[in-house]
Each structure stands twice: as C-alpha cells, then as structure tokens.
C-alpha cells in the first residue's frame, strides 16, 4: 500500500505511522510522499528525517481551490497512492479529491464526532462540559470533519483543564490511533456499509 500524507504542521501523526511501518507494526505499507501546504511545516522535517520525499506545494500558486487540488492529485497519482492520510491538514479539500480517492482517504479530529467539528475540537469541547472527549479517525467524505467512522478513543476531560492540557490528553490516543487504523486498512480489514465500518478479525 502506498501511502501518502498531507500535513500543515508539526506531524505527530505523522510520525506515529512512520514508526509503526518502521518498527514493523503496519507491514506492506510505505509512504511515498508527505506533502505540505505549509513550507515551515514542521512534519516535512519529520519526512526528510526518514528520507521520505516531502513536497511542499504552495496555494499561493493556484487561482483556485480546484486547481491547487488537480496539483496535488498529480501528485498523488505520479506516486502511485493507494491511500491518503490527512494529517492535521488544515486545508478544505474539495470534492473531486475526496472523490476521487472515495473511500481511499482517512482523517483524524480530536474529538468524538460528530460532536465538536471543525476548528478548536478541544476549546469547544472544554466550553460545552462534556465529561469525556477523545479522537475519531474517519473515512473522510466531502462533508467537513463527516465520513464513516473507523475508530474512536477515549479520554476523561479532567477538572481544571486547559485546552492546552485536553489537547495534549487527547493527542496521546490520536497517536496510537492513527497507525491502529492505518493497518487495519493496510491488512484490508475494513468492510463499509454506507455510514458502518465493520472491522474484521
Ligand atoms: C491533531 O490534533 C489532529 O487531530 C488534527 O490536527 C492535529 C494535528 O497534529 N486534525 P499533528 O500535526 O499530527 O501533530
């Protein structure tokens, strides 16, 4: 399975595959190609690390959404991708990506969704009360933060708890998350039934 990553930022999840696929947890996956929209991402030094080709394409370039995403299918296709992991990709991506990688394409939000979507899962979820939060890994479907869902893991939202501090709780189970989905649909263990993902033994 050839992987690739499209990230903004720092790249923990990132990470958390590439160490996974090195360590031998996910077998028969390689990341071909992480690609940022941001220059100064940090997760395209995480790929320069593990000498995996880090490309960053800039919107600046394009004159429009759809444009910017024909350059990165291109991309996607001169690399042979089989599956895209959106990795805090902070980028709307517009239908005729997810479309074209229907079912191909896997996200993570630090939130139980759909509860908390969009920007700031863990402010938001800090000013509702909610007692329990946690990340999602989802099929990801033109929708913002919809599609059907992989996997969720849990975490207490604790008393005096900052964003800050949620987030880093919450980050935690996105990291051994992200790689646990990973291989699930590396091993071709995901059955979809429209909104069900039903995980095989
Ligand atoms: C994570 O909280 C992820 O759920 C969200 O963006 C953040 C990315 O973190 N979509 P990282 O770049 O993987 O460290």
Same mark, same amino acid.
């Given at each position: 399975?050839?992987?690739?990553?499209?990230?903004?930022?720092?790249?923990?999840?990132?990470?958390?595959?590439?160490?996974?696929? @090195?360590?031998?947890?996910?077998?028969?996956? *390689?990341?071909?190609?992480?690609? $940022?929209?941001?220059? @100064?991402?940090?997760?395209?030094?995480?790929? *320069?690390?593990?000498?995996?080709?880090?490309? %960053?394409?800039?919107?600046? $370039? %394009?004159? $429009?959404?759809?444009?910017?995403?024909? /350059?990165?299918?291109?991309?996607? *296709?001169?690399?042979? +991708?089989?599956?895209?992991?959106?990795?805090?990709?902070?980028?709307?991506?517009?239908?005729?990506?997810?479309?074209?990688? @229907?079912?191909?394409?896997?996200?993570?939000?630090?939130?139980?969704?759909?509860? %908390?979507?969009?920007?700031?899962?863990?402010?938001?979820?800090?000013?509702?009360?909610? *007692?329990? $939060?946690? /990340? +999602?890994?989802?099929?990801?479907?033109?929708?913002?933060?919809?599609?059907?869902?992989?996997?969720? #893991?849990?975490?207490?939202?604790?008393?005096?708890? +900052?964003?800050?501090?949620?987030?880093?709780?919450?980050?935690? @189970?996105?990291?051994?998350?992200?790689?646990?989905?990973? #291989?699930? %649909?590396?091993?071709?263990?995901?059955?979809?039934?429209?909104?069900?993902? +039903?995980?095989?033994?």
């Amino acid at each position: 399975t050839n992987i690739s990553v499209l990230v903004s930022g720092r790249g923990t999840n990132l990470q958390s595959v590439i160490d996974a696929i @090195e360590n031998g947890d996910i077998s028969g996956a *390689k990341i071909v190609a992480v690609i $940022s929209d941001k220059k @100064e991402a940090y997760a395209l030094t995480r790929a *320069k690390n593990h000498n995996i080709p880090g490309i %960053f394409a800039d919107p600046k $370039s %394009f004159s $429009s959404r759809e444009a910017y995403d024909d /350059c990165l299918l291109d991309i996607l *296709k001169e690399n042979k +991708t089989d599956l895209v992991l959106l990795a805090g990709y902070l980028r709307i991506i517009t239908g005729r990506l997810t479309l074209a990688y @229907e079912n191909k394409m896997i996200n993570i939000h630090p939130s139980l969704l759909p509860a %908390f979507p969009g920007l700031h899962a863990q402010k938001q979820a800090l000013e509702y009360g909610v *007692k329990v $939060s946690g /990340c +999602t890994v989802h099929l990801v479907e033109p929708a913002l933060d919809g599609g059907p869902v992989i996997l969720q #893991k849990t975490v207490p939202v604790l008393p005096g708890d +900052t964003e800050e501090t949620l987030a880093a709780r919450i980050l935690i @189970e996105e990291n051994k998350a992200y790689p646990e989905a990973v #291989k699930l %649909f590396v091993e071709n263990k995901l059955r979809i039934n429209g909104r069900n993902v +039903t995980i095989l033994e």
